[in-house]
């Protein structure tokens, strides 16, 4: 009955200590097996991680435990007694709640018509929702764990954080002892982290048991207290963070040895491919969000752009790859002026973008891969004759990137949207830099990404780096940057703060200019030079 | 219970193509089941003189009856006997067709670019005023017979296309240029057509010999011709050429969109603007010239029927525009559907005429019985429309299980 890795005080627990206990589970769809005769054993008011890349079976597991599918085998006992669940209802009943990675709230409804959606508290013999009920329930909620939400705000109007409690809050307002978070992490800042992780802590404390589901090891070292391992389904063990350390937790997980750092060896650069000078851009509403920015990426480099989303990247990069018409200054690739050159024009100059929002911009959510294979070259000579497209090569084309980046399903007939987001993002990145392109654009590339294929998009960023060509790339993952580039300029308000060397930049300095600090006036100097391509 | 019905949403969104077939054939039978009902039920309510006595009722009408004019009817009865499949009935019914045809596809090439053409109505007034003035002109400086067929006919359908395409691509260039919405605009280009070619009519164009509005007719040779033989006689206004081209329009259409870089860069604009402007596509442009496709077929449509029908333009179009829209949107916006879509509204068309001569069943409650057909079998299309949108807004808490996606 012992766990002998399990994490939480004392070893062993008896079995009604474990809030959740998948025994056996399989769950086979047509053609895959998405869990193997998985064990999972999560105590009662711990935080448990379950770990894995893309595809490894995380999310079906948890599908299984909040009734979303039926097991092929095994027994799901909730507090100790096998439970069999139908549907999510069953689950909530049982006390089993799940917050979604895409949260399922309605934007212009308040915070509490959220919440008591479905389980409205009525009055007058049912005729009226007894609202007054709603707000104090919730207020006792807020106070009880710890958290600051209105009740009466509209949740369109929400950071993304306040959205996530006011998910958890739903479920905790249906009787949830059990949250389910899946992926919670990838929809926040890294501020909004930090606060997800007190309201955790918050949480374990009032006795609720959390499972959360992530690839990311940091996320997991930092938070839970148990970190069970998935991979192509089967459970591979549950350690304790305590007692193992990233690099073991990463082959645990991906089944090799995985260089977590990128390693960049100097690069002869070239003449400048791509230079902004002095590019302002408003956004949508006529605001300024980009003021006055000269950046220079030459062939052979990696130029990063660190910041907090929403200081003027996304604009920036629009205006850099024809999304989006600078209001001022010039953007020249390749030695022509192509301010004004439309998108198609930069596309067939050669210029590759890994978009941000690969839902909207980066596929066409209901095409399959196929199609999406020649999203931006449906006109280039290579797909394209006489107008008509060449459909037998682009096929050939999707394939190969399927298998070259490793996208599951393998199947370029399925439709976009049915791929995981990870997946998605792969096949996105895949597209572009087999693009043969002279310059990558590339915000976010592994965004929802397993380690094992970020690794490889990595090391297919430097290869483009070693044979010459230029890469901007804009990333949230200050790790990303800081590994991969070669210069590093950290954009707040619309600005460049500063343009750094990478490697001798530490975490909290480059914090520190993230959140708008300057540089001291010497080190602003120094830097103005590295903006002008750092003479080598 | 809430659970099956997204179920049911689930499965419908899915159905393969043999499904929404068979779906659609079903829902035909449900129609005709509640409208029997309807039909003999209000039977009861009429007064005849012959009919079945049930209950101390006389109920008049023979729902039975009603439907086998509707259907076999409106292909001229061929269980009778001297059947001939050139009769009058099949006739109308194909004309109907190939004009639907024309106006069906103008609609489905705006839906598929995201856009709803609801002008097709007014480009088709126009397209077919411009073909029956530019062939009046034409002719007095072509010969005649078979040389003039053979020049003025692609004159003529070349001017619609012309007229509608132009006139089409006014709202798409107000969308693109002014931001001005396309329902809005086509709607009030609508009026514009019908005011603007009844001004030229009187200004210019009308017939002097005729009380009625309408232009001069344009010479015999200048009419669509019958195909010798197996063709239907000139006296019913329908020819197997017409019916041809329109058939090889269509199947064009259907090659456009799904082959060539045009079709892609329109369809892609018309499911996710974003993606189409990250792919290169410029969105006005693409506005403005899917328009102009949009509205040339429907011009095509208004010179079908000025060559076909009447040999003239009359000032009181019918509303093949409008009409249009409901095959569209019946046949799911597919070109390949259209022809179907288009088939089943020639037959409901004729068919009532059937009835109304065989029949004492009151004209309104024959276009109620066409109504709730279409009704019927467009609503199993509407839902998959709808769900669709309800899932993309992540409705129900279900992961899609398409076989191998079996993870986050």
Same mark, same amino acid.
């Given at each position: 009955?012992?766990?002998?890795?399990?994490?939480?005080?004392?070893?062993?627990? &008896?079995?009604?200590?474990?809030?959740?206990?998948?025994?056996?589970?399989?769950?086979?769809?047509?053609?895959?097996?998405?869990?193997?005769?998985?064990?999972?054993?999560?105590?009662?008011?711990?935080? #448990?991680?379950?770990?894995?890349?893309?595809?490894?079976?995380?999310?079906?597991?948890?599908?299984?435990?909040?009734?979303?599918?039926? *097991?092929?085998?095994? !027994?799901?006992?909730?507090?100790?007694?096998?439970?069999?669940?139908?549907?999510?209802?069953?689950?909530?009943?049982?006390?089993?709640?799940?917050?979604?990675?895409?949260?399922?709230?309605?934007?212009?409804?308040?915070?509490?018509?959220?919440?008591?959606?479905?389980?409205?508290?009525?009055?007058?013999?049912?005729?009226?929702?007894?609202?007054?009920?709603?707000?104090?329930?919730?207020?006792?909620?807020?106070?009880?764990?710890?958290? $600051?939400?209105?009740? %009466?705000?509209?949740?369109?109007?929400? $950071?993304?954080?306040?959205?996530?409690?006011?998910?958890?809050?739903?479920?905790?307002?249906?009787?949830?002892?059990?949250?389910?978070?899946?992926? *919670?992490?990838?929809?926040? /800042?890294?501020?909004?982290?930090?606060?997800?992780?007190?309201?955790?802590?918050?949480?374990?404390?009032?006795?609720? /048991?959390?499972?959360?589901?992530?690839?990311?090891?940091?996320?997991?070292?930092?938070?839970?207290?148990?970190?069970?391992?998935?991979?192509?389904?089967?459970?591979?063990?549950?350690?304790?963070?305590?007692?193992?350390?990233?690099?073991?937790?990463?082959?645990?997980?991906?089944?090799?040895?995985?260089?977590?750092?990128?390693?960049?060896?100097?690069?002869?650069?070239?003449?400048?491919?791509? %230079?902004? %000078?002095?590019?302002?851009?408003?956004?949508?509403?006529?605001?300024?969000?980009? $003021?006055?920015?000269?950046?220079?990426?030459?062939?052979?480099?990696?130029?990063?752009?660190?910041?907090?989303?929403?200081?003027?990247? %996304?604009?920036?990069?629009?205006?850099?790859?024809?999304?989006?018409?600078?209001?001022?200054? /010039?953007?020249?690739?390749?030695?022509?002026?192509?301010?004004?050159?439309?998108?198609?024009?930069?596309?067939?100059?050669?210029?590759?973008?890994? &978009?941000?929002?690969?839902?909207?911009?980066?596929?066409?959510?209901?095409?399959?891969?196929?199609?999406?294979?020649?999203?931006?070259?449906?006109?280039?000579?290579?797909?394209? #004759?006489?107008?008509?497209?060449?459909?037998?090569?682009?096929?050939?084309?999707?394939?190969?990137?399927?298998?070259?980046?490793?996208?599951?399903?393998?199947?370029?007939?399925?439709?976009?949207?049915?791929?995981?987001?990870?997946?998605?993002?792969?096949?996105?990145?895949?597209?572009?830099?087999? !693009?043969?392109?002279?310059?990558?654009?590339?915000? #976010?590339?592994?965004?929802?990404?397993?380690?094992?294929?970020?690794?490889?998009?990595?090391?297919?960023?430097?290869?483009?780096?070693?044979?010459?060509?230029?890469?901007?790339?804009?990333?949230?993952?200050?790790?990303?940057?800081?590994?991969?580039?070669?210069?590093?300029?950290?954009?707040?308000?619309?600005?460049?703060?500063?343009?750094?060397?990478?490697?001798?930049?530490?975490?909290?300095?480059?914090?520190?200019?993230?959140?708008?600090?300057?540089?001291?006036?010497?080190?602003?100097?120094?830097?103005?030079?590295?903006?002008?391509?750092?003479?080598? | 219970?809430?659970?099956?019905?997204?179920?049911?949403?689930?499965?419908?969104?899915?159905?393969?193509?043999?499904?929404? @077939?068979?779906?659609?054939?079903?829902?035909?039978?449900?129609?005709?089941?509640?409208?029997?009902?309807? =039909?003999?039920?209000?039977?009861?309510?009429?007064?005849?003189?012959?009919?079945?006595?049930?209950?101390?009722?006389?109920?008049?009408?023979?729902?039975?009856?009603?439907?086998?004019?509707?259907?076999?009817?409106?292909?001229?009865?061929?269980?009778?006997?001297?059947?001939?499949?050139?009769?009058?009935?099949?006739?109308?019914?194909?004309?109907?067709?190939?004009?639907?045809?024309?106006?069906?596809?103008?609609?489905? @090439?705006?839906?598929?670019?995201?856009?709803?053409?609801?002008?097709?109505?007014?480009?088709?007034?126009?397209?077919?005023?411009?073909?029956?003035?530019?062939?009046?002109?034409?002719?007095?400086?072509?010969?005649?017979?078979?040389?003039?067929?053979?020049?003025?006919?692609? +004159?003529?359908?070349?001017?619609?296309?012309?007229?509608?395409?132009?006139?089409?691509?006014?709202?798409?260039?107000?969308?693109?240029?002014?931001?001005?919405?396309?329902?809005?605009?086509?709607?009030?280009?609508?009026?514009?057509?019908?005011?603007?070619?009844?001004?030229?009519?009187?200004?210019?164009?009308?017939?002097?010999?005729?009380?009625?509005?309408?232009?001069?007719?344009?010479?015999?040779?200048?009419?669509?011709?019958?195909?010798?033989?197996?063709?239907?006689?000139?006296?019913?206004?329908?020819?197997?050429?017409?019916?041809?081209?329109?058939?090889?329009?269509?199947?064009? +259409?259907?090659?456009?969109?799904?082959?060539?870089?045009?079709?892609?860069?329109?369809?892609?604009?018309?499911?996710?603007?974003?993606?189409?402007?990250?792919?290169?596509?410029?969105?006005?442009?693409?506005? =403005?010239?899917?328009?102009?496709?949009?509205?040339?077929?429907?011009?095509?449509?208004?010179?079908?029927?000025?060559?076909?029908?009447?040999?003239?333009?009359?000032?009181?179009?019918?509303?093949?525009?409008?009409?249009? +829209?409901?095959?569209? +949107?019946?046949?799911?916006?597919?070109?390949?559907? =259209?022809?179907?879509?288009?088939?089943?509204?020639? =037959?409901?068309?004729?068919?009532?005429?059937?009835?109304?001569?065989?029949?004492?069943?009151?004209?309104?409650?024959?276009?109620?019985?066409?109504?709730?057909?279409?009704?019927?079998?467009?609503?199993?299309?509407?839902?998959?429309?709808?769900?669709?949108?309800?899932?993309?807004?992540?409705?129900?808490?279900?992961?899609?299980?398409?076989?191998?996606?079996?993870?986050?």
């Amino acid at each position: 009955m012992s766990e002998p890795g399990t994490a939480t005080g004392g070893g062993a627990g &008896p079995n009604e200590d474990l809030a959740v206990h998948l025994d056996g589970i399989t769950k086979r769809f047509p053609g895959v097996v998405a869990n193997d005769d998985v064990d999972l054993r999560v105590e009662r008011g711990s935080v #448990h991680a379950l770990l894995g890349e893309n595809g490894a079976g995380k999310t079906t597991l948890m599908n299984v435990l909040y009734g979303l599918y039926e *097991p092929t085998e095994g !027994r799901v006992l909730v507090d100790g007694e096998p439970r069999q669940f139908d549907r999510p209802r069953d689950a909530i009943d049982a006390g089993v709640g799940m917050i979604h990675q895409h949260f399922m709230l309605v934007d212009t409804m308040t915070v509490a018509e959220n919440i008591a959606l479905g389980n409205e508290p009525k009055k007058w013999g049912g005729l009226a929702v007894d609202r007054d009920r709603i707000e104090r329930e919730i207020a006792d909620l807020c106070d009880r764990y710890g958290f $600051s939400v209105d009740p %009466s705000a509209t949740v369109g109007e929400l $950071s993304v954080g306040a959205q996530q409690r006011v998910e958890i809050l739903k479920a905790l307002y249906r009787g949830a002892d059990v949250l389910i978070l899946d992926e *919670p992490t990838a929809v926040l /800042t890294p501020q909004e982290v930090e606060d997800l992780y007190g309201v955790l802590e918050e949480l374990t404390e009032q006795g609720k /048991t959390i499972i959360f589901i992530t690839h990311k090891l940091g996320e997991a070292m930092h938070s839970a207290d148990a970190i069970t391992v998935l991979r192509d389904g089967k459970s591979v063990g549950t350690v304790a963070p305590a007692t193992t350390t990233r690099e073991d937790l990463a082959e645990l997980m991906v089944g090799r040895e995985v260089l977590l750092e990128a390693d960049s060896d100097p690069v002869e650069t070239g003449g400048a491919i791509l %230079s902004a %000078s002095n590019v302002t851009v408003e956004n949508d509403r006529g605001v300024e969000v980009v $003021s006055g920015i000269d950046l220079e990426v030459r062939a052979g480099e990696i130029l990063g752009i660190a910041g907090v989303d929403g200081n003027g990247q %996304s604009e920036l990069i629009e205006a850099i790859t024809g999304l989006r018409t600078p209001d001022e200054g /010039t953007v020249r690739f390749d030695g022509d002026d192509v301010t004004d050159w439309s998108r198609r024009r930069r596309i067939d100059g050669g210029m590759a973008h890994v &978009p941000e929002d690969r839902h909207e911009q980066g596929l066409v959510m209901p095409f399959d891969l196929v199609e999406n294979a020649v999203l931006g070259s449906q006109r280039s000579p290579r797909f394209a #004759h006489g107008g008509r497209i060449d459909w037998a090569g682009v096929r050939d084309h999707a394939e190969d990137v399927i298998g070259t980046y490793d996208v599951r399903p393998p199947t370029a007939d399925a439709d976009a949207e049915s791929f995981s987001g990870g997946n998605q993002q792969k096949f996105v990145v895949g597209r572009e830099l087999e !693009r043969d392109p002279d310059l990558v654009v590339a915000t #976010h590339p592994t965004r929802g990404v397993d380690i094992g294929s970020t690794e490889f998009i990595h090391e297919r960023l430097l290869d483009l780096r070693r044979e010459g060509k230029a890469v901007l790339l804009v990333s949230s993952a200050l790790d990303e940057v800081q590994s991969l580039s070669d210069r590093l300029a950290v954009i707040y308000e619309g600005e460049f703060v500063d343009v750094t060397d990478p490697d001798t930049i530490t975490e909290e300095e480059l914090g520190l200019l993230m959140a708008g600090e300057r540089p001291s006036e010497t080190t602003k100097s120094e830097a103005s030079d590295l903006v002008e391509g750092g003479d080598r | 219970m809430r659970d099956d019905l997204e179920r049911l949403l689930e499965r419908l969104i899915h159905a393969s193509v043999a499904e929404r @077939v068979a779906i659609s054939v079903a829902a035909l039978f449900a129609a005709i089941l509640v409208g029997g009902v309807l =039909v003999f039920v209000s039977g009861g309510f009429a007064s005849c003189r012959a009919g079945l006595d049930l209950a101390g009722v006389t109920f008049c009408y023979n729902p039975i009856q009603v439907y086998y004019e509707l259907f076999l009817g409106s292909l001229g009865h061929p269980l009778e006997g001297d059947w001939s499949p050139m009769n009058y009935s099949l006739a109308t019914t194909l004309r109907q067709t190939t004009l639907l045809i024309f106006a069906g596809l103008s609609v489905a @090439v705006a839906f598929r670019a995201g856009l709803f053409n609801i002008g097709t109505q007014g480009q088709l007034v126009i397209g077919g005023l411009l073909t029956a003035v530019t062939v009046l002109f034409a002719a007095s400086y072509v010969p005649g017979g078979f040389v003039g067929t053979v020049l003025l006919i692609p +004159i003529g359908v070349l001017a619609g296309a012309v007229g509608g395409g132009l006139y089409g691509a006014i709202p798409g260039a107000l969308k693109a240029y002014a931001g001005a919405n396309e329902v809005i605009t086509t709607i009030m280009l609508n009026f514009i057509a019908a005011g603007v070619a009844s001004t030229l009519l009187s200004w210019r164009f009308q017939d002097p010999d005729s009380a009625n509005p309408q232009t001069r007719a344009i010479p015999e040779y200048a009419e669509i011709p019958n195909v010798p033989v197996v063709g239907f006689s000139g006296r019913m206004d329908f020819s197997l050429l017409a019916l041809g081209f329109a058939v090889a329009l269509m199947i064009g +259409i259907a090659w456009l969109l799904a082959r060539t870089s045009f079709g892609y860069e329109l369809r892609t604009s018309g499911i996710q603007p974003k993606a189409a402007a990250y792919g290169g596509v410029d969105e006005k442009r693409m506005t =403005v010239a899917s328009m102009t496709l949009s509205g040339a077929l429907g011009g095509i449509a208004g010179a079908f029927w000025v060559l076909m029908e009447h040999g003239r333009w009359l000032e009181n179009v019918p509303a093949l525009g409008f009409d249009g +829209i409901a095959v569209s +949107i019946l046949a799911g916006n597919n070109p390949l559907g =259209v022809g179907a879509a288009a088939f089943l509204f020639g =037959v409901l068309s004729s068919g009532s005429n059937a009835i109304n001569t065989a029949t004492d069943v009151p004209p309104e409650l024959v276009g109620v019985l066409s109504g709730l057909i279409i009704l019927f079998v467009a609503m199993p299309e509407f839902f998959r429309m709808m769900g669709r949108r309800y899932a993309d807004v992540g409705g129900p808490e279900r992961t899609r299980s398409t076989g191998g996606e079996a993870d986050d």
